[in-house]
Nanobody, 120 residues
Framework: VQLQASGGGLVQAGDSLRLSCAASAQYAMGWFRQAPGKEREFVAAVTWRGDRTYYADSVKGRFTISRANAKNTVYLQMNSLKPEDTAVYYC??????????????????WGQGTQVTVSS
């Protein structure tokens, strides 16, 4: 499975940004992020059908994950961005069942990452 993340950039606090992840197959998908000097952390996930979504508490109410299976693409709409959202964002996919969507080891395939920088 190949994943291609895009849509990152430099924005100001309060702005919005939409990330995209084009996949070569339809699986459950997640977004993670890694800020400088910090460990990679879970952001959001969506089942392959798109019927269930999961969010980190830090982004709940501001970020929305969605998917367009006809395009094999998953989106992360990020609103009300804060400087602490600054990180490299990675998309990942999983074929595993019965695993937690919140942990990295659930995901077998990873994209290359896209930088999001939020200035204050």
């Amino acid at each position: 499975v190949q994943l291609q993340a895009s849509g990152g950039g430099l924005v100001q606090a309060g702005d919005s940004l939409r990330l995209s992840c084009a996949a070569s197959a339809q699986y459950a998908m997640g977004w993670f992020r890694q800020a400088p000097g910090k460990e990679r952390e879970f952001v959001a996930a969506v089942t392959w059908r798109g019927d269930r979504t999961y969010y980190a508490d830090s982004v709940k109410g501001r970020f929305t994950i969605s998917r367009a299976n006809a395009k094999n693409t998953v989106y992360l709409q990020m609103n009300s961005l804060k400087p602490e959202d600054t990180a490299v964002y990675y998309c990942a996919s999983s074929t595993l069942l019965g695993r937690s969507w919140y942990v990295e080891t659930t995901y077998q395939y990873w994209g290359q990452g896209t930088q999001v920088t939020v200035s204050s």
